[in-house]
């Protein structure tokens, strides 16, 4: 039995996938080589590119708002909000969110907000990993 999948397997075989080549003549050898050039203003990097509107980058919490009421960690699909019993606060844990949103949007004092930062790369894994714990 012949199917649809079959002819699109078949298809993708031959066809090559749309793909960004790049340039690998263009690939420097060393990486200070390619700083000096741009001290020296003979290369440029590239800006940054600009959030967009409506972004959902990483969570930003206010511990001296929250109150404790253990909302964000039931609605939380990825279990990234635990709380902490002795402080009455919780801590997100920045490297399982999902960044569906979901808790700031059930916070009743609106301590939770998704702030522009995208970037969640560090040299500190406490500093990626809990957000919040003063």
């Known amino acids: 039995m012949i199917n649809k999948m079959l002819f699109i397997n078949i298809k993708q ?4 996938p749309f793909t960004n080549l790049f340039p690998l003549a263009h690939i420097p050898d060393h990486l200070l080589a ?4 741009v001290k020296s203003g003979e290369a440029k990097l590239n ?9 959902r980058g990483r969570i930003a919490y206010d511990k001296d708002k929250c109150i404790g ?8 699909p990825a279990n990234a909000i635990s709380y902490i019993t002795e402080e009455k606060k919780i801590m997100v844990h920045v490297d399982r969110c999902c960044f569906c949103a ?9 301590c939770l907000s998704m702030s522009n930062e995208f970037l969640l790369a560090s040299y500190n894994r406490k500093e990626q990993v809990v957000v919040g714990n003063n």
């Open 13 to 16: 075989f031959f066809k090559k």
């Open 34 to 37: 390619v700083l000096k050039r």
């Open 47 to 55: 800006p940054p590119v600009p959030t967009p509107e409506g972004f």
């Open 69 to 76: 009421c253990r909302l964000c960690v039931r609605v939380c």
């Open 102 to 110: 979901q808790c700031t949007e059930i916070c009743p004092v609106q």
